[in-house]
C-alpha cells in the first residue's frame, strides 16, 4: 500500500495525556468566564460555584457505585490524589502498624509515596507479577499483616494494559492487612467499576484520562475509612485537599465521568481496534505482545521488537507517519533506566528498551488501522535496516 | 438616585477568584485540545507541550525580575507553592535549625503549614502587626534568631489591603535567619515586584490571580537555596512538584504574567477608582477603613460597620444591587470564628465579624461608582434600621 505522509496526526497516546472531550468542554467553559467564583463566597456566583462542584462528585461517584457522592475527595490530579491515598492514611494508622505493601508495576507516584514513608521508618512489601503482569496472589497473602495499613495495587497498568483481578485482591488484603487503595486512573471509563461490589477502601480517579480537563482528580475514600492530610490550607474538601477549587477542571472532571458511565459499552469498539492491531503486530518477525492477551485494558496494545530501540520507533512514526505514541511511561519516557514495568515482567534490560506502546480511544477510526499497521511494521523494518548497515 | 435593579452584575470580589482575561483564554484554549499533549512524550506534541510550559516559565521570571525562568516552579496553586515553600523548605534545613517565623496576617495555607512543622516540634514565632497591618519589624529584629530557616511574610493582604515594606522586612531576615518566603498571591500583578533587587528567596504567585486560569501557582526559589519536596511522583518540576503539567492553566498563566507585566502602569486606573470609593464609603456612619490608608493594593477598598453583619452586607448588596463583594477571606468566610486578620489589627470580634471587602478588577468602570456607593450606602442603613426593629 502506498503511506500517505501529509495524512492527519494520529494521535495513539491516549493514556499518556487524553485529548478533552468536546462535550465537556461545551458544558464546563462557563466555568472559564460568566460562572467562575470562589465556592465559599457568600453571594449567589460563589453559591453556583458550590453547587457545580457538588454535581460533579455525584457524577463522579455515579462512575464507580459509591455509596455516597460525600466519600469523593476533589484533587489537582491522581499524583496528588495518590499521595493523600497512601501517606495520608498510613500515616493516619501509623498506631496500628507501620508496613505498607505495593505491586512491583505500581506507577511512580504510588512507588515514590511509598519510599518517602520508607525513609521514614517504614517496612516496604513490593509484591512481584508474573510475566503477563497479574499480580501473584500466593505472594501478596504472604507478605500481608495485619500491621499492613495500606496496599496499593493499580486496577490496569498503562504500560502493559494489564487488569488486575482486584476483588480477589481485596480478599486477600482485608483478610491479611488494613485498608486495599486501587489506582484506577487508566483503568476508569474503560472497565466497569464498582468499589463497593469489589470492596475498595481508596481509589484514585484522573480527570484527564476521562477525557477531562487536565487539573483535577479525585480520591474516593470508604465511609469510615479515616485519612489524614498531607498538605495544609484552608480546608477544602474535608480538610483534605486545601486550595480554592479548579472550578473547570472539577466541573468538567464530573462531566466526563458522566459521559464515560453512559459511554462503558462503546469500549467494545476499542476492543475490535485492539485486536486487529494485536494480531497484524504480532506478524512482524520479533514483536512480542507485553502485558495479559486477555485481561488487558480495551485500548491498550503494547509491543517489544527484537533489535530495535523504542524511542527510535516513536521518533520514526512521528516522523515519517504523523503517528503520535509512546514507549514506556510518559512518566519515565526521559530516563536511561529500563522501565521498571517491564523488568518486573521479566523483560532483559534491552527488551525493555525496544517497547512501543500504542493507546486507542475516541478518535481512533477502523479505517486507519492498516495505514498503523504499515507505518509500525516499515518502521522496524526500517530502524534494522539501519542496525545492520 | 434611582437604583436600577436589573442592572448586570457587579463583581467586586476580585481577590477571592479573578474572571479569567479573555486574551488569556484566546492564548490558551489549544493547550486544551489541538496542542494538548504530555511534555514528557518523544513526539512533537510532546516537545511543543514542553515548549509552551518553558515560554510560560520565562513570562513568569519576567514578571518578578527572577535572574532565572529555571528559578520559577509551577504548582497546582498557591496553596501548593506554600506548602512547598514553607515545609519543603524548613524540613531541608532541619539540620540548620528547627525556627520558623510568619506574621499574625498571613493566609490560612501559611499558617497550617506553620502548625504542621509545629506539632512536628518546630518553633514558631508569629510576629504582630499594627492597627493597620504593617509588621512590627522591631518585633521581627526581635524574634528572628540563627535557626530561623524560614520566614514567611505575606507581601500584601487580601483582607485588609496592607502592602508590606519587603525590601526592609528581607533586610531584617537576611541579617538574622536565613531565608524569606513572600507569599504575593494577591500582590503580584497590582505592584511592582523585584525577586532580585528586594532580595527575596522564595516567592508565590496564583494564576488566577493575574487573571490567568485557576489550576497553576508559581514557586520562586533564588538560585542556590534548596528546597526538598512535600509530595512525590514523576519527578517533574525539579522533582518539587509531581504530576503531569496542566499544560492549559501553565499556557495560560503565563500568558497571564506577560500581560499583568506590560500594563501594570494600568493599576493607576483602580487606585483612583479606589480612592473614590474609599473616600465615599467613609462618610457613612460608623464606616472605618481597615488596614493602611496610602501602602495598600491598589484594587483593594476594606470597612468595618459598626452595629451591621458583614455577611449580612454581602447577601444585601447581592440580593438587591446584584453587587457581588467580600467580607473577610472566601478561605474562611464559612467558619464562624473572626478573621485573624482582623483580629491581629486590633478589632473586637464584633467589629471583625461586620466587615466588607471589595476588590476591582479589569471590569471595574468608573460610571459604576456612584451605584456602588449608593447601594453600600443604603444596605447599610437599612441593616441599621432592621436592628432596631
Same mark, same amino acid.
Given at each position: 500500500?502506498?503511506?500517505?505522509?501529509?495524512?492527519?496526526?494520529?494521535?495513539?497516546?491516549?493514556?499518556?495525556?487524553?485529548?478533552?472531550?468536546?462535550?465537556?468542554?461545551?458544558?464546563?467553559?462557563?466555568?472559564?468566564?460568566?460562572?467562575?467564583?470562589?465556592?465559599?463566597?457568600?453571594?449567589?456566583?460563589?453559591?453556583?460555584?458550590?453547587?457545580?462542584?457538588?454535581?460533579?462528585?455525584?457524577?463522579?461517584?455515579?462512575?464507580?457505585?459509591?455509596?455516597?457522592?460525600?466519600?469523593?475527595?476533589?484533587?489537582?490530579?491522581?499524583?496528588?490524589?495518590?499521595?493523600?491515598?497512601?501517606?495520608?492514611?498510613?500515616?493516619?494508622?501509623?498506631?496500628?502498624?507501620?508496613?505498607?505493601?505495593?505491586?512491583?508495576?505500581?506507577?511512580?507516584?504510588?512507588?515514590?509515596?511509598?519510599?518517602?514513608?520508607?525513609?521514614?521508618?517504614?517496612?516496604?512489601?513490593?509484591?512481584?507479577?508474573?510475566?503477563?503482569?497479574?499480580?501473584?496472589?500466593?505472594?501478596?497473602?504472604?507478605?500481608?499483616?495485619?500491621?499492613?495499613?495500606?496496599?496499593?495495587?493499580?486496577?490496569?497498568?498503562?504500560?502493559?494494559?494489564?487488569?488486575?483481578?482486584?476483588?480477589?485482591? %481485596?480478599? #486477600?488484603?482485608?483478610?491479611?492487612?488494613? $485498608?486495599?487503595?486501587?489506582? !484506577? +486512573?487508566?483503568? /476508569?471509563?474503560?472497565?466497569?467499576?464498582?468499589?463497593?461490589?469489589?470492596?475498595?477502601?481508596?481509589?484514585?480517579?484522573?480527570?484527564?484520562?476521562?477525557?477531562?480537563?487536565?487539573?483535577?482528580?479525585?480520591?474516593?475514600?470508604?465511609?469510615?475509612?479515616?485519612?489524614?492530610?498531607?498538605?495544609?490550607?484552608?480546608?477544602?474538601?474535608?480538610?483534605?485537599?486545601?486550595?480554592?477549587?479548579?472550578?473547570?477542571?472539577?466541573?468538567?472532571?464530573?462531566?466526563?465521568?458522566?459521559?464515560?458511565?453512559?459511554?462503558?459499552?462503546?469500549?467494545?469498539?476499542?476492543?475490535?481496534?485492539?485486536?486487529?492491531?494485536?494480531?497484524?503486530?504480532?506478524?512482524?518477525?520479533?514483536?512480542?505482545?507485553?502485558?495479559?492477551?486477555?485481561?488487558?485494558?480495551?485500548?491498550?496494545?503494547?509491543?517489544?521488537?527484537?533489535?530495535?530501540?523504542?524511542? %527510535?520507533? #516513536?521518533?520514526?512514526?512521528?516522523?515519517? $507517519?504523523?503517528?503520535?505514541? !509512546? +514507549?514506556?511511561? /510518559?512518566?519515565?519516557?526521559?530516563?536511561?533506566?529500563?522501565?521498571?514495568?517491564?523488568?518486573?515482567?521479566?523483560?532483559?534490560?534491552?527488551?525493555?528498551?525496544?517497547?512501543?506502546?500504542?493507546?486507542?480511544?475516541?478518535?481512533?477510526?477502523?479505517?486507519?488501522?492498516?495505514?498503523?499497521?504499515?507505518?509500525?511494521?516499515?518502521?522496524?523494518?526500517?530502524?534494522?535496516?539501519?542496525?545492520?548497515?
Amino acid at each position: 500500500m502506498t503511506i500517505d505522509k501529509s495524512k492527519a496526526r494520529i494521535y495513539l497516546d491516549y493514556s499518556s495525556v487524553t485529548p478533552v472531550d468536546e462535550r465537556v468542554l461545551a458544558f464546563a467553559q462557563k466555568f472559564l468566564t460568566t460562572a467562575l467564583a470562589n465556592p465559599l463566597g457568600l453571594h449567589r456566583s460563589g453559591q453556583e460555584a458550590g453547587m457545580a462542584i457538588e454535581e460533579a462528585r455525584l457524577q463522579v461517584a455515579n462512575l464507580i457505585h459509591a455509596e455516597d457522592p460525600k466519600s469523593i475527595v476533589f484533587t489537582s490530579g491522581a499524583t496528588e490524589a495518590i499521595n493523600i491515598a497512601v501517606r495520608g492514611t498510613a500515616l493516619r494508622h501509623k498506631d496500628k502498624g507501620r508496613r505498607i505493601a505495593v505491586s512491583a508495576i505500581e506507577h511512580i507516584s504510588t512507588f515514590n509515596s511509598s519510599k518517602d514513608l520508607k525513609k521514614n521508618g517504614y517496612e516496604l512489601a513490593v509484591i512481584p507479577v508474573d510475566s503477563t503482569g497479574l499480580l501473584l496472589l500466593d505472594e501478596l497473602r504472604r507478605r500481608l499483616t495485619r500491621e499492613t495499613t495500606v496496599t496499593s495495587i493499580m486496577y490496569a497498568n498503562s504500560e502493559i494494559g494489564t487488569v488486575q483481578p482486584i476483588f480477589e485482591i %481485596s480478599r #486477600i488484603v482485608h483478610e491479611q492487612g488494613m $485498608y486495599l487503595h486501587v489506582d !484506577a +486512573t487508566v483503568a /476508569a471509563g474503560k472497565i466497569a467499576i464498582d468499589v463497593q461490589k469489589e470492596e475498595i477502601d481508596l481509589l484514585t480517579l484522573s480527570s484527564n484520562e476521562l477525557g477531562g480537563p487536565q487539573g483535577a482528580g479525585a480520591l474516593y475514600i470508604k465511609p469510615g475509612v479515616k485519612v489524614q492530610p498531607v498538605s495544609f490550607g484552608g480546608g477544602q474538601e474535608r480538610g483534605l485537599r486545601s486550595g480554592t477549587e479548579n472550578l473547570f477542571a472539577i466541573a468538567g472532571m464530573g462531566e466526563a465521568a458522566r459521559l464515560a458511565a453512559a459511554e462503558l459499552g462503546e469500549n467494545q469498539r476499542l476492543v475490535r481496534l485492539r485486536d486487529e492491531l494485536i494480531e497484524a503486530i504480532s506478524t512482524i518477525p520479533g514483536a512480542r505482545l507485553t502485558g495479559h492477551p486477555h485481561h488487558r485494558l480495551p485500548n491498550h496494545v503494547s509491543f517489544v521488537f527484537t533489535g530495535v530501540e523504542g524511542e %527510535s520507533i #516513536i521518533l520514526n512514526l512521528d516522523a515519517e $507517519y504523523n503517528i503520535q505514541a !509512546a +514507549t514506556g511511561s /510518559a512518566c519515565s519516557a526521559r530516563t536511561l533506566e529500563p522501565s521498571h514495568v517491564l523488568v518486573a515482567i521479566g523483560l532483559e534490560a534491552e527488551e525493555a528498551h525496544s517497547s512501543l506502546v500504542m493507546t486507542l480511544g475516541r478518535t481512533t477510526q477502523q479505517s486507519e488501522l492498516p495505514y498503523i499497521i504499515n507505518a509500525v511494521k516499515q518502521t522496524v523494518e526500517k530502524l534494522r535496516g539501519l542496525d545492520w548497515a
